[in-house]
């Protein structure tokens, strides 16, 4: 059934962003302050096993911009990120307390469908994993496709607009038949990005999305990331802390499986409120 | 050089020829029977043998026809009715099963796999052949397709848990479900070893005769009926090899000489498979 795989894909975020109300706090010190929220995360706990890889975290992720998740390695910051989209549900031995709302609805409620959380919730992951044995536009297309659209006309526009959206179209144009594992590295991580776009999910999480790339394809992603956020909120977990600090507008710290510190990407980095942030964003540990 | 270093030469060097005689040695028992079958079987190989049904015991001429197109009529009933089971059976041992359940099944399949071939026809006589009330093409094509599952189960579930998880998890996170990405994507990036393992279950059971022997019976005419015994290459090769009448014993080195043809060219057809490089 087209018309409904459409609706689904349609269904853009429609943020009313509030008018900067004149002598409100400045936005420096209220992260959340400015617009609606994407992800209302209460109280998360997250285990594998017996271990305790999220500790009863609470955050709230702001719609419509870019949010950083940084940390030392095996701090929970992939964990809370695959939360998002329960992506985490699929280690076995997993499981969560708390809640996390999306736009006020419960990722976890009793009749919420995974698959339908993760149409809404896209994902770019940190290795570029392009289907082998499908050309570039089957990649694109293939969540489109295998939910159920048909229309030839739509799916070629949406081809079109999500390799321009991912910055690739020019370079893929005349090759869209070729397999997807034909392109070299940064233009595979492009290739995911505009696959997870395709289906126009509400939110795009990324994890680590440029350790594998090149400098040179990594500033191409970063830029994308940046003309993404004003159409969609963007998660984004990075090892790298420059990068947190030209792509995010906020930047939650984690540390051993707690949020230590979340604010302004600006002030994480130049103000840090936390000593153990200061160490970590000035080098000392981590 | 030293004496030591000259020493160490000398001891890789042996060790090399060693390897290389070792492998040679593995070879030549293959190259000897074919090289004998094609000697021995190639002179009775004439156009009435792929044309014609064997004669009357005594009789010079006649052929195998209705065994070549009986063995490859019981390669296609093991087709039917093996593979679907064995390749389920494995996705879900990759795909869904839990570690406790898959242990067992796998543990089971190896045990059948080990089960000797003459055990599956006497199972396949005592519940199909009794009931059934005589020897039948279907009995046998069961028997060999006994063989088949727990082959294919097994190759199957090797190939799929090669596909990186990264696929799965690509898959799942662009909300498709799980079912359709096993058979788009898991089934479709792992369908060259899937192929490779069919054939080589078929391959191997092409030259199968004691599980048939039981339950196909074997024949010197035409079949007609799954309900009918059907004759086989293994069948015929075994009663002519063992008869008293010269031609028939020539005829036994063809039909061998055309069985080993037929697993020949199933195991070539492996090989380019899996040589096959990625469509471009």
């Known amino acids: 059934m087209s018309d409904q795989a459409k609706s689904v894909a349609d269904s853009s975020p429609s943020a009313p962003t509030p008018a900067p109300q004149p002598g409100s706090a400045s936005p420096a010190s209220m992260p959340s302050a400015k617009a609606e929220v994407a992800f209302d995360i209460q109280d998360l706990s997250i285990f594998y096993g017996k ?150 999910p509400e939110i795009l999480l990324m994890d680590e999305p440029c350790s594998a790339l090149d400098p040179i394809a990594t500033a191409k992603v970063e830029e994308l990331i940046h003309a993404l956020k004003s159409q969609y909120t963007v998660v984004i977990v990075t090892h790298n802390m420059q990068q947190a600090a030209r792509v995010s507008e906020n930047t939650a710290f984690f540390y051993m499986g707690s949020l230590i510190e979340f604010g302004p990407t600006e002030q994480i980095f130049m103000n840090p409120k936390n000593p153990q942030t200061e160490a970590y964003v000035s080098g000392r540990f981590g | 050089m030293s004496h030591h270093d000259q020493y160490r030469k000398l001891k890789s060097t042996f060790m090399s020829v060693l390897a290389v005689f070792c492998a040679l040695l593995v070879v030549l028992p293959l190259i000897l029977v074919f090289f004998y079958l094609l000697k021995m079987g190639f002179s009775s190989l004439n156009l009435n043998f792929f044309t014609k049904v064997p004669t009357a015991a005594g009789e010079n001429g006649g052929g195998m026809a209705n065994a070549i197109v009986g063995t490859l009529e019981l390669m296609g009933l093991a087709l039917i009715m093996g593979v679907p089971l064995g390749l389920l059976g494995g996705i879900f041992l990759s795909e869904h099963g839990s570690e406790r359940t898959n242990g067992w099944i796998r543990f089971g399949a190896d045990v059948l796999n080990g089960v000797p071939s003459i055990v599956w026809g006497m199972a396949c006589y005592t519940l199909v052949v009794v009931p059934m009330g005589g020897y039948s093409a279907f009995a046998g094509g069961l028997a060999l397709s006994f063989i088949m599952v727990p082959l294919v189960l097994r190759t199957t579930e090797e190939v799929l848990v090669l596909v990186p998880h990264a696929y799965r998890e690509a898959g799942l996170a662009l909300g498709i479900p799980h079912w359709k990405i096993t058979v788009n994507i898991v089934l479709r990036t792992a369908f060259k070893g899937i192929v490779t393992g069919v054939l080589l279950g078929l391959g191997r059971v092409a030259g199968e005769t004691a599980p048939i022997l039981f339950t196909a019976l074997g024949s010197t005419s035409w079949n007609h009926s799954l309900k009918e015994p059907i004759a086989a290459l293994p069948i015929q090769i075994y009663y002519y090899a063992i008869s008293p009448f010269e031609d028939q014993n020539r005829q036994a080195w063809a039909g061998a000489l055309v069985l080993i043809v037929i697993v020949f060219l199933l195991s070539t057809s492996v090989r380019m498979i899996s040589n096959r490089r990625k469509r471009a």
């Open chain 1, 51 to 200: 271990t305790q890889a999220i500790k009863n975290v609470h955050l709230q992720i702001p719609a419509m911009s870019v949010t950083a998740i940084i940390g030392p390695s095996g701090c929970g910051k992939s964990t809370a990120l695959r939360a998002l989209n329960r992506m985490h549900e699929l280690t076995p031995g997993a499981r969560h307390t708390g809640k996390i709302l999306m736009k006020g609805e419960d990722l976890y409620g009793p009749h919420v469908d995974a698959t339908v959380v993760r149409r809404r919730v896209g994902m770019v992951f940190q290795k570029s994993n392009p289907f082998p044995t499908l050309s570039i536009s089957e990649n694109v297309l293939v969540g489109l496709r295998l939910n159920g659209v048909r229309d030839k006309a739509f799916l070629n526009q949406r081809l079109e607009e999500s390799l321009r959206m991912s910055a690739l179209w020019d370079e893929v144009k005349d090759s869209l038949n070729r397999p997807g594992t034909s392109l070299s590295g940064g233009q595979q991580q492009r290739l995911c990005i505009a696959r997870a776009l395709a289906v126009r």
